[in-house]
């Protein structure tokens, strides 16, 4: 399976800024998800800068019609679209009517229904668990989506194709404040929960679904299950933040060098927050 387009490599959230390695992790708990976070993982095929374009962009009276809108790469707080709710039916349509018709996935998809049937099933999936743990952490059963389009952010942040300094940059003008600086947010915070949880229990309720509904994907043993969830669920995510937290913000703010800056160590940098292994290499490391 391999990309017709030749712009990959293009730096177009940050293009000003040089390339930043991240850590490669891994944790014990990497193996009964990789079926669904390579396999059948069509985000890899997908700009990040398109989907977030894709998503903004998006309504469901729109779905079928293709967009004419020139692609934009400088984001901010006040852009309308992080706010806008999405519900089930929309994000499915989302998926079939705007991920599935790029053009380097449109004949993919075509010749492989079957993976592209699980990979919707996958999305739909991770919605739903999203929706479940968000809705349990905010104590609120009485809205009908509680979803917005920024809690569907993570999925390409983790999955989609970017540079790593793409990532880091768009997280920092999303949550920088009028003095062009980042500090800690209930905004930040509901998205990082929404990062940690896309990262960890909801990849593993969507492995578990699909192994269950699909004979030709193995399903996860029970014992293997418990032991994934046991480090994954809402508990923990809802830690992680406040590690994150209490670990990132030495300062009360950083502009963007500083900001830039904390993800360049190697070793102690923050790079695993944009990686869903990091995440689970870490909500190992914190359980709770």
Not at 22 to 33: A, I, R, V
Not at 79 to 103: G, R
């Amino acid at each position: 399976m391999c990309r017709k387009k030749g712009y990959q490599k293009v730096n177009y959230l940050a293009p000003e800024e040089k390339e930043i390695t991240f850590k490669d992790y891994s944790s014990p708990n990497d193996e009964p998800l990789s079926v669904i976070e390579t396999k059948h993982n069509f985000f890899s095929f997908v700009q990040l800068v398109e989907y977030i374009n894709l998503l903004e962009q998006f309504t469901i009276e729109s779905s079928t019609i293709p967009s004419d809108a020139e692609m934009r790469t400088k984001f901010s707080s006040k852009d309308e679209f992080l706010n806008q709710e999405i519900s089930t039916d929309e994000f499915q349509s989302f998926i079939e009517n705007k991920i599935f018709t790029l053009s380097d996935l449109y004949e993919l998809t075509g010749n492989n229904q079957k993976i592209a049937s699980i990979f919707k099933q996958i999305c739909i999936e991770i919605y739903r668990s999203l929706d479940l743990k968000l809705r349990q952490h905010y104590n609120n059963d009485d809205s009908p989506i509680i979803i917005k389009k920024k809690n569907l952010l993570p999925l390409g942040i983790l999955f989609c194709t970017c540079n790593n300094v793409e990532k880091i940059k768009f997280v920092f003008d999303i949550f920088k404040n009028e003095n062009e600086e980042i500090c800690k947010s209930e905004e930040l915070n509901d998205y990082l929960l929404s990062l940690f949880l896309t990262g960890s229990y909801c990849l593993i309720s969507a492995r578990n679904k699909i192994g269950n509904n699909n004979v030709e994907i193995d399903k996860i043993p029970k014992d293997i299950l418990l032991k994934l969830v046991n480090v994954s669920e809402l508990k923990d995510c809802e830690n992680l933040v406040n590690y994150f937290n209490n670990n990132f913000f030495i300062k009360e703010s950083y502009n963007w060098e500083d900001f830039k800056g904390k993800f360049e160590d190697l070793e102690n940098g923050f790079g695993w927050i944009f990686s869903s292994k990091g995440i689970r290499r870490h909500l190992e490391d914190n359980n709770v």
